[in-house]
């Protein structure tokens, strides 16, 4: 009997143990990066496409009679669900054929949920999700037999999926250089945009009334969203049957994130991201550390000491133009998006108390303004983008992409959101950002601790660790603080003054040291009373731009002599907020 040579790396990735040497689908191996070769994902993900089957949209068109349906609707961003067959890794149910599939037992839960609210709501008789679904208490069938869905487009484009958390890292840690166990970069599989075809039969002729009951309920439930990790916006479609608790048009450039293969995509879990962080400074200026986070918590979900929690809020971003294109040469070379579109924060799930939702309302609006205000969405969001403000810092194009840009589009959006039209209103939103999360700490019977804040996050938003600088720049070539990123801030003079620099200092960080300093350069838009229309104020666009600093001191030689350089206030520099000794 002839022995296979390593017979062990001829099996298939899908039906080797998930242990070192063998698969290990859900770890990135740098080596294998910087060798060019596949990672064990990737080759898994080519066996299983390479083999697979496919049903196309011709073969799968609507249907309707009497006793089965079956109806398509696209998903606006990815598609997660849990297979649940490979340890610490989330991939999708895959069928016999090698498809990937929604089973029909998730279905029938969705349904019968969505069923269950219209039942409460009214909207439909008693009796009738029973009727429907089946009575759990006497075991009873239910007339409809959910079938499932599978896509019916190209779904084996973009499965490769990166998450990468970084929370902890960017908001909590302060004196370390180390990231948190946990928050490096993992991969897992979901299905790009797919077009799902999902199908329902019944046991008896139903009417056409009954079926457009039916659909309209199943409606109900995708629209709450399908699948893992809906509030982190995935398995959303373009509608929410959700109440809406904020909404907004936003127009934004920067740095596109990355695939495992190096392609380009626009994660619209960036905003996600964004406010939970940012709800987290913010609360932990104000109350302890382990508070804050069980209020983030409560606001966003997520997963504490292996335990899931659906937060109230999910959110669904819908891009009416978004473009993905290399910018720069060499290595330097990275995808860069330009996208507009509508952001919607809604209610994933009831409030215990009813009159909270007007404070919700509130509160997820200033965080939003405090993100557009103070920095951006997406990677590289502590700096403004240096293509839009500081143009020459590419004529030669071999330098990474540095900063992204967002702002406010529409007149209405702008009218309800633009809070800051002069340099004297900075702080006095952000006291106003700070009493509205006072207001939902207490709503929420949480303990204000003003003298117990987290004062071991790096990124506390409290008086004492932050301070807010800023002055009016005139137009996108006039920034002044730019250039203290590449450049000294000041020049030496031998005798008087010693140079000054924050350039590669713990001021401005690193890849393995995040910076103390957010540079922001806010678009100045007026926005006045319109004397014959009070409901429609007056926008008033202008080329001028806030130009802010937000810095948290570390007690470093550069972190000192940076705040002695703005203290004398240089082109117009003034202190906004912050500073206050305890």
Known sequence: MKLIPNAHK??????????????????????????????????????????????????????????????????????????????????PVIGASGMPFYPGSSMKGAFRQACEQAEKAGDIPLGTCNNYCGDESEITPGILRFQGAYPTNDWTQGLLDLVHPQQGWQVMTRETDEKPRGESAYAQVSLYQPTLRFAISCSQPLSSDRWQQIWQIWEAAIAAGLGSKVSTGYGQITKTSHPIVYRAKLKGQGQAAKRID??????????????????????????????????????????????????????????????????????????????????????????????????????????????????????????????????????????????????????????????????????EFLEIVRQIAREWIQSQNKPLRQTEWAKDWREAWHPSNVQVWGRIADNSDESAAVRWFHEPYQQKIPGIQREGSIYQSSVTGSLKQISLIWHRLYPLIVVKNNPENPRKPIIKPTPRYLELIALFPDGSRESNDFLDFLNAKPDGFKLLWGGEQE
């Not at 698969?23 to 080519?46: C, F, H, I, N, T």
């Not at 969001?381 to 406010?408: M, P, S, T």
Request: glycine fraction near 10%; hydrophobic fraction near 35%; proline fraction near 2%.
């Open 10 to 91: 001829k099996i298939p990735m899908m039906f080797r143990a998930q242990v070192q040497g063998r698969s290990q689908l859900q770890y990135l191996d740098p080596d294998k990066k910087r060798a060019g070769e596949q990672q064990d994902v990737e080759r898994w993900a080519d066996e299983w496409t390479d083999k697979a089957e496919f049903i196309s949209a011709e073969d799968a068109q609507d249907v309707q009679t009497e006793t089965y349906g079956a109806k398509s609707y696209q998903i606006s961003w990815r598609f997660l669900t849990n297979g649940g067959q490979d340890d610490g890794m989330l991939r």
């Open 262 to 427: 190096g392609t380009g995509e626009f994660r619209p879990n960036i905003f996600r991201a964004a406010l939970r962080g940012h709800a987290l400074r913010i609360f932990g200026g104000l109350t302890d550390s382990k508070t804050a986070e069980e209020l983030v918590q409560n606001l966003f979900g997520g997963i504490q000491q292996k335990e899931a929690t659906v937060g109230l809020l999910g959110f669904q971003f819908h891009a009416s133009k978004l473009e993905i294109k290399s910018f720069g040469s060499g290595n330097y070379a990275q995808p860069a998006c330009e996208v507009e579109g509508e952001l919607i924060w809604f209610l994933a799930k009831p409030l215990s108390d009813p009159e909270q939702e007007s404070l919700l309302k509130k509160l997820v609006s200033k965080l939003m303004q405090f993100a557009m205000v103070m920095g951006g969405f997406g990677k590289s969001w502590r700096r403004v983008d240096h293509r839009k403000f500081f143009e020459e810092y590419y004529e030669n194009n071999y330098k990474a992409l540095i900063g992204c840009h967002w702002q406010w589009l529409g007149e209405n959006t702008q009218s309800r959101n633009v809070q800051v039209s002069r340099l004297e209103k900075v702080g």
